[in-house]
């Protein structure tokens, strides 16, 4: 079973073989949008999530969704399917499509350029686990960051800042407030409280970031959405960062100064065990 296979435009494929003309607006403009979504055990995780994200994302940018859930679904099936199964990490993306000139404007009459991947996705590492380093960096993004915008400048830069600094992700900084990371999501333990930002536009609505307030709430585990301010970042006892490739990883060092005792906090403990348990049930059919 190969393991290279990708879909793009209605065909199953080699990567080597898929190809986009130069003149779509993806490569142009960085005119589309994209999903991440983890497969454990041949099954996509939370999918529907994903998807309705999607929706929002292309409604964000006046693209019409070309195929229905049902549709995504199967493709995304026959996908896993060609990738082996198992744990996988898909990416799909959505672009305006290919326009017979460059030119700013939507184009007319356009069919959206559609591509989907699969590429290996391991278990956090035991490293990771015991924690990384973050940095805080001045947010340098646009003012729609709601959107999942395949245009992703700022954020390489920004991540990349962080790894010259030595830490493992860049958390963000506007007008005071601590709003996500680089490419994931960010919560703080204040006084034994999870504290994350609310949704607004100017972070990405994680779907990790919403199971673990989900964990949270089912599980006693006191969560609520709140501003965090630098000065609340860098004085909680604990920081975490959430994405569907990494779940959920602590921020033991910020800024060349320990979180709380330098340590995974107990919170974060907790928490990590209950998504690793959700996972299995995910495994065992037991959760959808
Ligand atoms: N990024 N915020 C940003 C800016 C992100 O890029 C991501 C994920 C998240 C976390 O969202 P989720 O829990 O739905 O993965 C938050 C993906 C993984 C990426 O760009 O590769």
């Not at 326009?99 to 356009?110: E, G, N, Q, S």
């Not at 590492?125 to 003012?143: F, L, N, Q």
């Not at 972070?203 to 630098?230: F, K, M, N, W, Y």
Request: proline share 6%; glycine share 8%; charged share 20%.
């Amino acid at each position: 079973m190969s393991r290279d296979i990708v879909y793009l435009n209605g065909s199953f494929l080699p990567v080597h073989e898929a190809t986009v003309s130069v003149m779509d607006r993806g490569f142009l403009f960085g005119d589309g949008v994209y999903e991440v979504i983890p497969v454990y055990g041949g099954r996509a995780f939370r999918l529907e999530h994903h998807l309705q994200r999607l929706d929002l994302s292309l409604q964000g940018v006046r693209i019409a969704n070309p195929l229905d859930h049902v549709q995504w679904s199967d493709i995304l099936i026959a996908l896993i399917r060609h990738n082996g199964g198992g744990d996988q990490s898909i990416y799909l993306q959505v672009t305006r499509g290919v326009a017979p000139t460059r030119d700013h404007a939507f184009p007319a009459d356009v069919q959206p350029t559609v591509f989907a991947m699969s590429t290996p996705l391991t278990e956090p590492a035991a490293a990771v686990r015991a924690g990384v380093a973050a940095v805080t960096i001045d947010d340098i993004r646009w003012k729609h960051c709601n959107i999942k915008a395949i245009t992703l400048l700022p954020n390489v830069l920004m991540r990349q800042q962080a790894l010259d600094a030595g830490a493992a992700e860049a958390i963000l900084l506007r007008d005071g407030l601590a709003t996500e990371g680089a490419a994931s999501n960010l919560f703080i333990v204040s006084g034994g409280t999870v504290l994350t930002p609310p949704k607004s536009n100017l972070l990405l609505p994680g779907i990790t970031r919403d199971l673990v307030v989900e964990l949270c709430q089912a599980h006693g585990i006191p969560c609520c959405e709140a501003d965090i301010s630098a000065d609340e970042l860098r004085s909680a006892d604990e920081v975490w960062i959430s994405s569907s490739t990494r779940e959920v990883v602590p921020i033991t060092r910020l800024d060349d100064a320990p979180v709380g005792d330098g340590k995974p906090g107990p919170l974060w403990q907790q928490v990590s065990a209950l998504y690793s348990a959700y996972k299995q049930d995910f495994r065992a059919g037991k959760v959808q």
